[in-house]
C-alpha cells in the first residue's frame, strides 16, 4: 500500500494563499491533487508525473501550481488568489507501479475553506 500524509490545509480570505503538501510512502510516478467541492463530484485540480510533466484543470491555470520534491516523494500544491469557490476537501492521488503493482493510492483529505 502507497501512504499518502497531507498537510497544509485551512482558512483563508478570498485572494489569499495556501500551500499544500503531500508526502508518500515510496517513490511513485504520477502524483496529484484533486478537490471535491459541496454537492458536487471529486475533480482533477492539478497532476504532476515523474517528468515534471503537469495537467492542470481550466479553472485552476494561472492560479494554482503543482510541483514536485523527487527526493522527498513529496508533491505540492501552492494555491494562489483563492476565491470562495475553491472551498472544499482536497484529496492528494498517487498512481504508478511500485515493485510490479500497480497502485492508485488516495490520502484523507485537506479541508481548505476561502472566506469572503
Known amino acids: 500500500q502507497v501512504q499518502l500524509v497531507e498537510s497544509g490545509g485551512g482558512l483563508v480570505q478570498a485572494g489569499g494563499s495556501l500551500r499544500l503538501s503531500c508526502a508518500a510512502s515510496?517513490?511513485?510516478?504520477?502524483m496529484g491533487w484533486y478537490r471535491q467541492v459541496s454537492g458536487k463530484q471529486r475533480e482533477l485540480v492539478a497532476r504532476i508525473n515523474s517528468g515534471d510533466n503537469t495537467i492542470y484543470a481550466e479553472s485552476m491555470k494561472g492560479r494554482f501550481t503543482i510541483s514536485r520534491d523527487n527526493a522527498k516523494n513529496t508533491v505540492y500544491l501552492q494555491m494562489n488568489s483563492l476565491k470562495p469557490e475553491d472551498t472544499g476537501v482536497y484529496y492528494c492521488n498517487a498512481r504508478g507501479l511500485v515493485g510490479g503493482r500497480w497502485f492508485d493510492s488516495w490520502g484523507h483529505g485537506a479541508q481548505v475553506t476561502v472566506s469572503s
Open positions: 515510496v517513490s511513485i510516478s504520477t
